[in-house]
């Protein structure tokens, strides 16, 4: 089964400076969040609000490595998907808000339906609404990543997909690459050198510590991750996402 995860942190203020509160998380809702919010962040809500009621968030597990939090809603499915039935859905949907990174996880929701959860909890831990935002990954941490990747022989970057990219006179927007072993491209190592941005890689990573084995990955610019290794679970996943958070932090 495909695992989908978005990755995103607490802003600079807030950094290891967001409190769990079992009262603050079981009455965190988005009617509240939006008496607080102020410009965009309250226009966000607004929408949100359309889209989902009776959300409500969880304490669901504590481990060494983070904290687990449980999302409920019933939220807005397409007009072509409600036809002739009720277009509000129940779905629940699990978030990792990492211990000594302050990094926060969703796993298999869709951007506007993560959107519900981490207001949910950035209200909850921080008073602020808009405490946790969005990544964006610079090319210099996709370098990074590629360096861990192909630290190990079994490490390979198999897709990657580049932005603004000037030869011969001509400037491309964007080029996209893909190939088993595209590391050993010297074409792929003279573009990504001279790009200037970098949207998404696909890759295999080292095997890992915890089983041995590598996983096959997914990474964009807006912190979305896929891993498409089946039977993932939860150690490597945590694993995983102890690499990319080093990387997020330290950008």
């Given at each position: 089964?495909?695992?989908?995860?978005?990755?995103?942190?607490?802003?600079?203020?807030?950094?290891?400076?967001?409190?769990?509160?079992?009262?603050?998380?079981?009455?965190?809702?988005?009617?509240?969040?939006?008496?607080?919010?102020?410009?965009?962040?309250?226009?966000k809500?607004?929408?949100?609000?359309?889209?989902a009621k009776?959300?409500?968030?969880?304490?669901?597990e504590e481990?060494?490595?983070h904290?687990?939090?449980?999302?409920?809603?019933?939220f807005?499915?397409?007009k072509?998907?409600a036809?002739?039935?009720?277009?509000?859905?129940?779905?629940?949907?699990?978030?990792?808000?990492?211990r000594?990174?302050?990094?926060?996880?969703?796993f298999?929701?869709?951007?506007?339906?993560s959107?519900?959860g981490?207001?949910l909890l950035?209200?909850?831990?921080?008073?602020?609404?808009?405490s946790?935002?969005?990544?964006r990954?610079?090319?210099?941490?996709?370098?990074r990543?590629?360096?861990?990747?192909?630290?190990?022989?079994a490490g390979?970057?198999k897709?990657?997909?580049?932005?603004?990219?000037?030869r011969?006179?001509?400037?491309?927007?964007q080029?996209?690459?893909?190939?088993?072993q595209?590391?050993?491209?010297?074409?792929?190592?003279?573009?990504?050198?001279?790009?200037?941005?970098?949207?998404?890689?696909?890759?295999?990573?080292?095997?890992l510590?915890?089983?041995?084995?590598?996983?096959?990955?997914?990474?964009?610019?807006?912190?979305?991750?896929?891993?498409?290794?089946?039977?993932?679970?939860d150690?490597?996943?945590?694993e995983?996402?102890?690499?990319?958070?080093?990387?997020?932090?330290?950008?």
């Open positions: 089964m495909i695992k989908n995860c978005i990755i995103y942190k607490y802003g600079d203020e807030f950094i290891n400076k967001w409190n769990i509160a079992k009262n603050s998380i079981f009455q965190s809702n988005l009617e509240l969040c939006l008496k607080t919010a102020k410009g965009f962040t309250k226009k809500i607004e929408a949100l609000i359309e889209l009776n959300e409500t968030l969880s304490i669901e481990t060494q490595k904290h687990e939090f449980i999302t409920s809603c019933e807005k499915v397409p072509l998907l036809s002739g039935v009720s277009p509000f859905v129940p779905v629940n949907f699990k978030i990792w808000l990492r000594k990174s302050s990094v926060v996880v969703t298999d929701a869709g951007r506007k339906l959107g519900v981490i207001t950035s209200y909850a831990t921080t008073g602020d609404p808009s946790i935002e969005h990544i990954l610079e090319k210099d941490t996709f370098l990543l590629k360096d861990w990747i192909l630290s190990d022989e390979q970057i897709r990657i997909t580049m932005h603004n990219i000037e011969d006179e001509v400037k491309f927007k080029v996209v690459l893909s190939s088993d595209l590391e050993s491209s010297s074409l792929f190592n003279d573009l990504l050198n001279d790009a200037s941005a970098i949207a998404n890689l696909s890759f295999v990573t080292p095997p510590e915890t089983t041995s084995r590598p996983l096959s990955c997914r990474v964009n610019y807006w912190g979305g991750l896929t891993i498409y290794t089946p039977n993932l679970l150690s490597e996943l945590s995983l996402i102890e690499v990319l958070e080093k990387l997020i932090v330290s950008n």
